[in-house]
T-cell receptor, first 116, second 109 residues
């Protein structure tokens, strides 16, 4: 069964460093998302991406965050200067159609980011 | 802003009995409601969904009920199995998927 894959599974980084989290969405999907879950808290929406541009973003997704689809397969989340509070599990997700159509969104296994 | 809420952080059920997970929402514009299951250190896995124009959807042991007037939905698992033990997230779609806080289900053998 096709799946969303994410790398790395776990990254430890020093505060202030840049981090890039990588994702390979399911190949025929057109909508891409990043979510995060801080330990013990709910899964929170960060950003959605369609047609090579951001379609929606949350308040969390400030200027420190950026997303890119550098080639036909990868979808990346960059955190420019990490803060301690960025420590979380980051989930990439993708769907064939937009979320509001009820299309299933498939999640990757997550990348656990620890900022020290 | 808690547009989707799961008020029970945990639920313990005996194997073979019914598990009922509840979810409330505030935004009447949500189009679809979904349930995801999540194991530790894994991504959420889609379980079942329901359109806002329906009141019930069934898939095997899983049934989701939607009460639009009460802005409430529930997931019924029957019979519950130990492998169902996980965190269950209710989610709703508008332009994005908004998750509830999750309910940890423990099914005891």
């Amino acid at each position: 069964e096709p799946e969303v894959t994410q790398t790395p599974s776990h990254q430890v980084t020093q505060m202030g460093q840049e981090v890039i989290l990588r994702c390979v969405p399911i190949s025929n999907h057109l909508y891409f998302y990043w979510y995060r879950q801080i330990l013990g808290q709910k899964v929170e929406f960060l950003v959605s991406f369609y047609n090579n541009e951001i379609s929606e973003k949350s308040e969390i997704f400030d200027d420190q965050f950026s997303v890119e689809r550098p080639d036909g397969s990868n979808f990346t989340l960059k955190i420019r200067s990490t803060k301690l509070e960025d420590s979380a599990m980051y989930f990439c997700a993708s769907s064939e159609e937009r979320a509001s159509s009820g299309n299933t969104i498939y999640f990757g296994e997550g990348s656990w980011l620890t900022v020290v | 802003d808690q547009q989707v809420k799961q008020n029970s952080p945990s639920l313990s059920v005996q194997e073979g009995r019914i598990s009922i997970l509840n979810c409330d929402y505030t935004n009447s514009m949500f189009d679809y409601f979904l349930w995801y299951k999540k194991y530790p250190a894994e991504g959420p896995t889609f379980l079942i969904s329901i359109s806002s124009i329906k009141d019930k959807n069934e898939d095997g042991r899983f049934t989701v009920f939607l009460n639009k007037s009460a802005k409430h939905l529930s997931l019924h698992i029957v019979p519950s199995q130990p492998g169902d033990s996980a965190v269950y997230f209710c989610a709703a779609t508008g332009n994005m998927l908004t998750f509830g806080g999750g309910t940890r289900l423990m099914v005891k053998p």
